[in-house]
């Protein structure tokens, strides 16, 4: 994994100083964002009934962008004065970016989310949106034998990148099974309609018609004994289905695997979620949680997290949450996903989380 | 009506009334924030921007008009200078870092604007400040024996502390502290855990280690000294001296300021204290109720307000520590009315009126057991 779209490593002190004065180059330009790229919006097209591409180009033709397909990045937007993020694939290919300098993120709307409907309202042509941090382990491994690639719905971007990134030699071996709800309004039909036609063994399953992933149904559309690697991408379910058949034939290390969607909330809390706790210098630990503040939870757990009042005043305990929903127990206000600084003592985890935390040295 | 409401009320509410007290100031509070967005990040960024821009200019001008001019007209362009690093200096210390460590701006999710990393122009090591500030000061307000902000541990300003010799002359300690308040500040934290002098306490919540805390505080002091003291008056080498002395003052205007109106805000006559035994067991309405008594406002102007970080609006900050301070000046009106709709004393003046009170509290706490007490010390 390779940050690409971080700016130059800047010495600390650089940081700290330029940190210290960025309201005052942001008079003179709004859109200067310490260790973020600004890319302008080119075309906003609808996919489908609720995905929107949006293809970028980056505003300061000095400052690269690379990536590696598969991967994804992370958008920052400013509403109502917050700034929120979220991480979303790079669906277009490789020679999009070198030939015509632009890459595009397709984005699913969440209707209970906050980011993504607010982006289809109000990201139009011309607006500019601000980028950082390239990442992902999920990208394609180049292989003489034959691959397999299952995508349902929105998980197909990540692929869609990686199979618009093969020559056509290549593209012959791979097989795409695409999970849709009905053909008629899945998003990306021509462009893989295309890609059928440069040599793509492509299958699209309408689960209206044939219902979910099943074991038989895979062996129908695929040779599962052929390919030696796998690429899935989807929701949860979709994954470990798929992981479940697959493991039969290819091995488990070769079967390449993303989680898509927004998670939600879950009601059933009886089996607690999973909380991935990173400290300052980089220390990773586990745990799960089971309806308690965070706060006690990782004491619980041995961990020494940064406190104060234990009441939500004194700020002593704010830790970044990286992903995941959580809920304030005073305001029972639910979070969003993306990354935000929460108070440990007044939130709860309602999703699996991960957090960077400030541990007590002492 | 007026403003020294609680010189009538001696008694502490039922349970009910502080129950629907709490309820009223929770809503108060929940109708704010509602309204908290991109005209507070606006306002923030711009103050940090003009602060940078008033910081730098003033150094300039103090600089230019020493080399460009002689006798009374560098002197006069010198002072202005001054007045205005003074004046950078307080809004960095006040309305900007004050409130943005008090996690204030934290919901913009900004990298830097936010309680964890921004740093301030003070001799004080922002982390050091955060743990007895936000912690010890904001939870057990005016607590004799908890809050150390009561008296800095150097002034009697109450009868539930034992008279000492060094006492008579606090009028004078007071003075001291008021000049060097950026360095009571910084060190305080130390004086608490008896870093350098005393008997260790045989219990500390300090989550780092005394070693730790002592390189905090050399390093932030040491990088203050460097800044304002060597490098800016080098900087300008022909006139390093009175450079220095600009600078000295500057950061003595801010001292004396800063620490007035935050002596203003809790150690006006009508200040009430409390003991351990009075927070055991204490309701949210109950906390809401010691925090109105233990502070004061200062009646005042937009600027005024801004000047002193909204300090000024003690009653309000304490009430709702991480509200954008700017929304304290349309909340105080509410609180009052809610107080006043409660039988609760809601003490505010002018600033004049209200240092003078501290002047006099000082004083009269100099000698041992002051019988002459206008308001009752202590709730029970």
Known sequence: MNPTLETRPKSQAIEVLLAHLEPVIQISSPNFWLNYSVYLVTTVRQEGSNITSYRLKACNRFRKLHFTPGQHVCLAVEINGRRLERTFSISSSHQALQKHGYIELSVKTQN??????????????GHKVHLRNVSGEFTYHTSDEEQLFLAAGSGLTPILSMLESRQTTELK????????QSKTTAPFIDRLEKLAGEGLSLKIIETQISGRLTREQLKQHANLTKARAAYVCGPAGFIATSQTILKDTIKPERIHFEFFGLSTPKTNDELGYAVEVSNSSGKQSRLTSTGGTLLDELEESGLKPLYGCRAGICHQCTATKLSGRVQNILTNEVSENGTEQIQLCLCKAVSDTSLLITEREA | M????????????????????????????????AKVGTKDARYIRRLIAFQ?????????????????????????????GTLGLASAKILDNMEIGHNVMHGQYDWMNDPYINSRKFDWDIAADSNSWKRYHNHEHHTYTNVIGKDRDFGYGLLRLSDDIPWKRKNLWQLLTYLNLSFLFEWGVAYHELAGERIFFGKRRAESSLPISRNALRTAFFKKAGRQIFKDYILFPLLFWPVALPVLICNIAANIIRNLWTSSIIFCGHFTEGAHTFSEADIKNESKGGWYYRQILGSSNIEGSKFFHVMSGHLSCQIEHHLFPDIPAPHYREMKSHVRAICKTHGIPYNTGRFSKQYFEVVKRVLSYSLPNNQSDPVPMREI
């Open chain 1, 112 to 125: 209970d989310g906050k980011v993504t409907p607010w982006l289809s309202e109000n990201i139009k042509p």
């Open chain 2, 2 to 33: 007026n403003p020294n409401d609680n010189t009538t009320y001696t008694t502490k509410p039922s349970s009910e009334t502080l129950d629907k007290f709490a309820a009223e100031l929770d809503a108060l509070k929940r109708r704010t924030f």
């Open chain 2, 52 to 80: 940078r821009g008033l910081d730098i200019t003033s150094r300039i001008v103090i600089a230019l008009g020493l080399l460009a001019f002689s006798g009374s007209t560098a002197f006069v362009i010198a002072c202005i």
């Open chain 1, 173 to 180: 071996k791979l097989t795409l099974l695409y999970y849709v």
